[in-house]
C-alpha cells in the first residue's frame, strides 16, 4: 500500500468471557509491551456477559488505569459482537485484538502494529499453534482452506483473534453472527490490503476452551452467508433466478407437452403425476425468485440496519 501510516493511538481490543485468572496477567503483560514502545495506547476490554468475577477484576483495573475501558454486556452475545463493541469503542488510528487467555503473545503487538503502515489488515498466523492436534487444530486447518477457497482469499490461520486492522477500514464494516473470523475477506472486498504475520502461541494456562461443535456449524452457515453476500449482494437475481429459471422452464414444458396431448391428441391427463410435478416445478422457479430474493434481503437489511444493535451494554468505565 502506498504511503505510511501516520498514527497516533492504538487500541487493543480483547473480548473476554470468564477469565479471571487470565486478565490481571494479560492487562500486565500488555502494559509492559506497550510502555515500552512509546505508544500512545488504550486497552479495550469487553466483558461478554461473564458468570465469574471477570468484570469486578477489570473495574479494579480500570481505576488505577486511564488508558483502560472496560465494557460489560447485559448476556453474553458471542465473541464477534464484543469485537464489534470494541471497535464502535475505539478511538485508536490502528485497532488490535487479540484473546483473554494468554495464548496470544503481546509481545507480538509492536511487530503487527508497524505492519500497519503498509497494509489495511495484518492477520496473526498462528504456526507452531499450542493446541491439540484432532480436537482443535485438524478442524481449523480445514475450516481455513475451506474459507480461503470460498471466499478467494488465502490466509493460514483466519482464526487467530490477534490482528491489527486501520481504523477507517473495520469500523466501516458490519459484523454478525460469527463474521469476525472473515474481516479479512470483508476487508479484501471493499479494497483493502492484507497481509500475515507468524505471531507466538502459547499453551492454554487456565479454564479450558469456549469452542464446540455448536460453534462450528455456526461458522460453516456463516462461511454460505459470506460467499453469497461476495458473489450476489448486489445482484441477488443471479443467485436465486437461475435455478428458479431452470426449474420454471421444466414445469413449463411439461405443462406444455401435456397440454398438447390433452388438446391434439386427446389423452385424461387430469390424473398423472406428471401432471403434478409440472406445476411443482412452476411454482417452485417463482418462489425460488421472489421469496428467496426477498428473503435474503431482508435479512442483509436486518443485520445491516444501525437500529438494532448486534449487543446491549450494561456499563462502560472509562476515564473521561
Known amino acids: 500500500m502506498e504511503g505510511a501510516l501516520d498514527y497516533n493511538m492504538v487500541s487493543i481490543v480483547i473480548p473476554v468471557y470468564n477469565e479471571e485468572e487470565s486478565v490481571p496477567l494479560l492487562y500486565k503483560s ?11 495506547y488504550e486497552i479495550i476490554f469487553v466483558d461478554d456477559g461473564s458468570k465469574d468475577n471477570t468484570f469486578s477484576i477489570l473495574s479494579d483495573i480500570q481505576k488505577s488505569a486511564p488508558n483502560v475501558v472496560a465494557i460489560s454486556f447485559r448476556r453474553n ?7 464489534a463493541a470494541g471497535f464502535d469503542h475505539a478511538s485508536g ?19 503487527l502494529v508497524e505492519k500497519a503502515k503498509d497494509y489495511d ?37 483466519y482464526g487467530c483473534t ?3 486492522y486501520r481504523s ?21 472486498w471493499i479494497g483493502a490490503s492484507f497481509t500475515e504475520e507468524v505471531v507466538e502461541h502459547h499453551p492454554r494456562r487456565f479454564g479450558k476452551s469456549k469452542y464446540g461443535i455448536s460453534r462450528t456449524i455456526r461458522v460453516i452457515l456463516d462461511l454460505i452467508t459470506v460467499k453469497f453476500l461476495q458473489s450476489f449482494s448486489t445482484r441477488p437475481i443471479h443467485a436465486f433466478g437461475s435455478p428458479g429459471l431452470v426449474l420454471g422452464g421444466i414445469g413449463f414444458l411439461i405443462s ?25 416445478f412452476m411454482i417452485l422457479g417463482v418462489q425460488l425468485v421472489i421469496m428467496g430474493l426477498l428473503g435474503e434481503m431482508l435479512a442483509r437489511v436486518y443485520h445491516e440496519s444501525q437500529d438494532k444493535p ?8 472509562r476515564q473521561d
Open 256 to 280: 406444455l407437452y401435456l397440454t398438447y396431448e390433452k388438446i391434439v391428441l386427446g389423452y385424461n391427463i387430469g390424473g398423472r403425476p406428471l401432471l403434478l410435478l409440472g406445476i411443482l
Open 30 to 40: 500488555i502494559k509492559k509491551v506497550m510502555d515500552a514502545t512509546g505508544l500512545n
Open 168 to 188: 477507517d477500514v473495520i469500523k466501516n464494516i458490519k459484523l454478525y453472527g460469527e463474521m469476525h473470523r472473515f474481516i479479512p475477506a470483508i476487508a479484501n
Open 93 to 111: 488510528d490502528i485497532i488490535v485484538t487479540m484473546d483473554a487467555d494468554l495464548q496470544n503473545d503481546p509481545e507480538d503487538i509492536p511487530r
Open 77 to 83: 452475545f458471542g465473541q464477534t459482537a464484543a469485537m
Open 162 to 164: 490477534l490482528k491489527a
Open 121 to 157: 489488515v495484518v492477520s496473526g498466523w498462528r504456526k507452531n499453534r499450542q493446541d491439540p492436534f484432532f480436537s482443535r487444530r485438524l478442524p481449523s486447518m480445514i475450516a481455513n482452506w475451506l474459507i480461503s477457497k470460498v471466499t478467494g482469499v488465502y490466509l493460514h490461520d
Open 310 to 317: 448486534i449487543y446491549n451494554i450494561k456499563k462502560i468505565l
